[in-house]
């Protein structure tokens, strides 16, 4: 593990520890407040993020956007950052090899933001983290506090893209991370 930005940057730069670095445009590392109480992990950059280099830029990412809004969340207060840094082809779900060599830069990621809040974006972002045991629909909108911090499951923006119904979940959900990050030093 890296103790600095500085360092943890400089070594995924080159980075072909798995096969998606052949097919990336852009190493996708992370964006946002780098002190943040608020950490968010997605599941790994789509075609817009890989052109520009940053995590949720393109319609899931405008949703996000829109959510944080709804709630009082401002993006550049949050740190936002994907289980995989490069694209996963045709978007499809990283393979465990992928996230497997990936990982350690998210937890080095994690380790140097010192978030208080963790919201795990969708299935993919949840089973790496947490663990292959927990399943997004009965896990989502419930705190899980692991060594000190607070995570909270929520439905991938993507899939409020694909059924609108879960939009007020994640409305909610968002609601119960401001509400606690207010009471949190
Ligand atoms: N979906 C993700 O999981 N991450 C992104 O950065 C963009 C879309």
């Not at 009965?138 to 059924?163: C, F, N, V």
């Amino acid at each position: 593990m890296f103790e600095t930005w500085e360092e943890l940057e400089k070594s995924i730069v080159n980075c072909s520890k798995c096969k998606l670095y052949k097919t990336r445009q852009n190493i996708v590392f992370g964006v946002g407040n780098k002190e943040a109480k608020i950490m968010f992990i997605g599941e790994g950059p789509g075609a817009d993020e890989d052109r520009l280099g940053e995590p949720f830029v393109g319609r899931a990412g405008k949703l996000m956007n829109m959510a944080f809004q709804a709630v009082g969340l401002k993006r550049e207060d949050v740190y936002i950052a994907n289980v995989v840094k490069c694209r996963p082809p045709s978007n499809r779900n990283p393979e465990e090899d992928e996230a497997n060599a990936c990982l350690n830069y998210l937890r080095n990621q994690v380790l140097l933001v010192k978030p208080k809040i963790i919201v795990l974006l969708g299935s993919v972002a949840l089973k790496n983290i947490l663990g292959k045991e927990y399943g997004i629909t009965s896990a989502r909108g419930k705190w899980i506090e692991r060594k000190g911090i607070q995570y909270m499951p929520t439905w991938h923006p993507a899939a409020l893209l694909r059924d609108e119904t879960k939009k007020i979940d994640f409305i909610n959900d968002l609601k119960l991370v401001v509400e606690l990050a207010s009471q949190t030093n």
